[in-house]
């Protein structure tokens, strides 16, 4: 199976903040790379597929970038409703994996 | 709208099956797939497998092969996935999501959740 690592696991930011998370798959996977973003108590919701396509209806503060094995997810300005745990997932090949997530919390 | 509807919360013992059901609306059911994909407490997300809504082709993750079943009834645009021989390490919450025609290609929209327990 193709292992996704995530990094960092954790992080505190302020509202308006650049963030970046990193996702690193244990082999090339293209840009077979998909980003989730998921609230507390909530399902996951698509963010960024395709490793840099924005999902119809998703803010444009949103963006990633990224092929073969390091992609990574930038908010380019942190909003109080982006406060939530962020995975990746490949889809190079089943099973499809997700990364161990990134939960982002407020400083 | 788009929408996925799921079936409530179960308790079950170890050893029973559970069956989750998963309605779909708002769109052409047969064009897509449904991956289901599950949540430990506190954990993160592992998917499970997907169905072909059109064809009833089905993709299994290896360690639930045996174990887990996944069915279509087009008739009522509604997708099943059953789970057998239940294990406390089963307790999670379950969720259907709408996948490509091919297995994988994102997971949009899903639904609320199911959550399982399994418990003596």
């Known amino acids: 199976d193709i292992q996704m690592t995530q990094s960092p696991s954790s992080l505190s930011a302020s509202v308006g903040d650049r963030v970046t998370i990193t996702c690193r798959a244990s082999?090339?996977?293209?840009?077979?790379l998909n980003w989730y973003r998921q609230k507390p108590g909530k399902a996951p919701k698509v963010l960024i597929y395709a490793a840099s396509s924005l999902q119809s209806g998703v803010p444009s503060r949103f963006s990633g970038s990224g092929s073969g094995t390091d992609f990574t997810l930038t908010i380019s300005s942190l909003q109080p409703e982006d406060f939530a745990t962020y995975y990746c997932?490949?889809?190079?090949?089943?099973?499809?994996?997700f990364g161990g997530g990134t939960k982002v919390e407020i400083k | 709208q788009v929408q996925l509807v799921q079936s409530g919360a179960e308790v079950k013992k170890p050893g029973a099956s559970v069956k989750v059901s998963c309605k779909a609306s708002g769109y052409t059911f047969t064009s897509y797939g449904i991956s289901w994909v599950r949540q430990a407490p506190g954990q993160g997300l592992e998917w499970m497998g997907w169905?072909?809504?059109?064809?009833?082709?089905?993709n299994y993750a290896q360690k639930l092969q045996g174990r887990v079943t996944m069915t279509t009834d087009t008739s009522t645009s509604t997708a099943y996935m059953e789970l057998r021989s239940l294990r406390s390490d089963d307790t999670a919450v379950y969720y259907c999501?709408?996948?490509?025609?091919?297995?994988?290609?994102?997971?949009?929209?899903w639904g609320q959740g199911t959550l399982v327990t399994v418990s003596s």
């Open positions: 169905i072909s809504a059109y064809n009833g082709n089905t």
């Open positions: 999501a709408r996948d490509g025609a091919v297995a994988g290609t994102y997971e949009d929209p």
């Open positions: 997932q490949q889809t190079y090949t089943t099973p499809l994996t």
């Open positions: 082999q090339s996977i293209g840009s077979y």
